[in-house]
């Protein structure tokens, strides 16, 4: 039998993890000792903190986000979490990680956006690894101000070591389409911010388009690209990174049937795709097991498994010297070759 592509000791890139989707039930008894809040026992926590079976949607999906930001309303508890989270995707042999939140969702008990961001900012001081933070808009009514804070700090923490990598369009893309964030990624790209957008979860190749067409240079999931051959050849043409999620586009149904999802199809075809775990506690996965699941589903071998990851390298929101460091760390090729 082939050895299996996942090995102890291998090294990982994760490009795609929301901090918020990163509680587990461990680093949320610390917030909760931290802050004197009383948390239910441990079933009854797994519980609340994980995808139920009975998930149908990314909307469901959604909900599941409610305990991890009530434990996230204080400056000390986000950079506590960020650290929490750092140490554990570095025990995972995560190299380089880009983690992103939305600063909007963490001012219900008077923290500011600009205070949210730097907490995690703190955090990342202690990242054992190169890690970088995208800053989260959400997709939904009436918080227009709020989306042009989170633009505003983008601009003023921008850098591509140390500060704010890039901005995101997180949240209920079913609901709230890409089109009606035109103006906003158009006043980051007169900024100059990078931008990756989720699109082609919820809804459909349109809202990928869209996306390419306000400049983002990334698209978060990017499943239903498929639908639109031309807009695929675009993606692929343009080297616009997929950062691609299996285990939550399953749980999202994003994709109904795991074995016909487009991953490979990508792939072969020379689309940039990246493997990520989007909310791995909420989800019960780590990022060693979304390759093992890769591998499951459709094959991948050692190869292929390095091509992903030197596509991650080049996806990332970082600076040459950095993606030295990760590719050196990743035993891959300066150049950015992959070798058989
Ligand atoms: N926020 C956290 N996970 C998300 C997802 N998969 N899609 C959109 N917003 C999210
Ligand atoms: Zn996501």
Known sequence: ???????????????????????????????????GMALPEDELLEKQLCVPPECLSLNDFLRCFELPLTLLQTREALAECTKLVCKSLAEQGVVYAEIRFAPQLHCQRGMSQEDAVRAVLDGLESCPFDAGLILCCMRGRGNEKENAETLALTAKYLSAEGGAAAMDLAG??????????????????????PFTIH?????????????????????????????DGALAELVREKGIPLEMCLTSNRQTHAVENMAEHPFMRYFSQGLKVTLNTDDPAIERTDIAAEYRYAEELFGIDGKQKRQLLENAVEAAFAGERVKARVRAELGLAAGGAVDG
Request: with cysteine; charged share 30%.
């Open 1 to 35: 039998m082939d050895r299996p592509i996942v090995n102890r000791n291998d090294r990982f890139i994760d490009l795609h993890l929301h901090l918020d989707g990163a509680v587990t039930p461990l680093i949320a008894r610390r917030l909760g000792e931290m802050q």
């Open 172 to 193: 209920a893309e079913a609901l709230f389409p890409t089109r009606n964030y035109r103006e906003l990624f158009e006043n980051a790209a007169d900024k100059g911010i």
């Open 199 to 227: 699109a082609g979860e919820a809804d459909g190749a349109d809202s990928i388009r869209e996306a390419v067409n306000f400049g983002a240079s990334r698209i978060g999931h990017g499943v239903r690209c498929f639908e």
